[in-house]
């Protein structure tokens, strides 16, 4: 079974500087899809950033950009030019493709609280 | 367009009894999961449905079942209701299998 590991349970940035949020990955599989999500106090789940794992860019949205490591299974995220929206829980989250149906298996969170 | 939505909102219940939580999936979207997310942890998978038929179910007991109905919303459905059930419970729906999951706001569910 797949696992996820997030090992920062909590971070801070400064407004406007850039922060980096570490998630490790157990699998046996070549093939699979990663995820950063967003769940801000409102805990709407918002889905940030996908990478997938034959790609072998790195994959960016505007100010977030992950550095995907698919021989050390880790898959980390950075977020420039922090902003105050930017205070949340994050979770890493694994998607198989082998495996039947569209299961994400999450870590546990971090928090970034993002000060002024 | 509405998002997911769920309801209710909140749900106070106490030990042994039945719980019903409800799903309405984005417009177009054939399948809906199921997630458990405890107060501290990440969100755990209960269940899939994609075109009415369950297409994966989590490491969770019997007392957890779940359907879809042929306009695509979903009921979960937890019986016998013990202390440690108390979670938000979260929906998510994507057009098809393996598209993007999209979140509704989720149930928060109490058991005293």
């Known amino acids: 079974a797949q696992t996820v590991t997030q090992s920062q349970p909590e971070m801070s940035v400064q407004e406007a500087e850039t922060v980096t949020l570490s998630c490790t990955y157990d699998t046996s599989e070549s093939d699979y899809y990663l995820f950063w999500y967003k769940q801000p106090p409102s805990r709407q789940m918002i889905l940030v950033i996908r990478q997938e794992a034959y790609k072998q860019q790195n994959a960016t949205e505007n100010r977030f950009s992950v550095n995907f490591q698919k021989a050390a299974k880790s898959f980390s995220l950075k977020i420039s030019d922090s902003q105050l929206g930017d205070a949340a829980m994050y979770f890493c989250?694994?998607?198989?493709?082998?495996?039947?149906?569209?299961?994400?298996?999450f870590g546990a969170g971090t928090i970034l609280r993002v000060k002024s | 367009d509405a998002g997911v939505t769920q309801s209710p909102t909140h749900l106070i219940k106490t030990r042994g009894q039945q719980v019903t939580l409800r799903c309405s999936p984005i417009s177009g979207h054939k399948s809906v999961s199921w997630y458990q997310q405890v107060l501290g942890q990440g969100p755990q998978f209960i269940f899939q449905y994609y075109e009415k038929e369950e297409r994966g179910r989590g490491n969770f007991p019997d007392r957890f079942s779940a359907r879809q109905f042929p306009n695509y919303s979903s009921e979960l459905n937890v019986n016998a209701l013990l202390l440690g059930d108390s979670a938000l419970y979260l929906c998510a729906s994507s057009y098809r299998e393996p598209n993007e999951q999209f979140f509704g706001p989720g149930t928060r569910l109490t058991v005293l």
């Open positions: 989250a694994y998607r198989s493709v082998l495996e039947y149906g569209n299961k994400l298996v």
